[in-house]
């Protein structure tokens, strides 16, 4: 089996960072597109950024130029670095591996069970 395990949430003041890790555990070869998401209270889950495997690069327009994804291939780890942060920014964050090429075959959409980040004002 093949799990995703997010890191690195907490409570921050406004203005502070955090930096969010998710690690893939299990005989993966590859993954294609990481994914963070997340949903705050009484709101839908939405798409935060997205990293491709040819290094482009998805942001939604309320974090450009604050939060930055990057992707350890080696280590089946993607990366969140949030800077800036707001009390907008507080929700729970999910990662997400769109694609997954496994010991055991392909694994679709697979989620982590996410983490809470809070940022106070």
């Known amino acids: 089996q093949v799990h995703l395990v997010e890191s690195g949430g907490g409570l921050v003041q406004a203005g502070g960072s955090l930096r969010l890790s998710c690690a893939a555990s299990?005989?993966?070869?590859?993954?294609?597109?990481w994914g963070w998401y997340r949903q705050a209270p009484g709101k839908q889950r939405e798409l935060v950024a997205k990293?491709?495997?040819?290094?482009?690069?998805e942001y939604i327009d309320s974090v450009k130029g604050r939060f930055t994804i990057s992707r350890d291939d080696a280590k089946k780890t993607v990366i969140l670095q949030m800077n800036s942060l707001t009390p907008e920014d507080t929700a729970i964050y999910y990662c997400?591996?769109?694609?997954?090429?496994?010991?055991?075959?392909?694994?679709?959409?697979?989620w982590g069970r996410g983490i809470q980040v809070t940022v106070s004002s």
């Open positions: 997400n591996a769109e694609r997954m090429t496994t010991q055991r075959g392909p694994v679709y959409d697979l």
């Open positions: 299990g005989i993966i070869f590859s993954i294609n597109t």
């Open positions: 990293m491709h495997n040819d290094g482009n690069t």
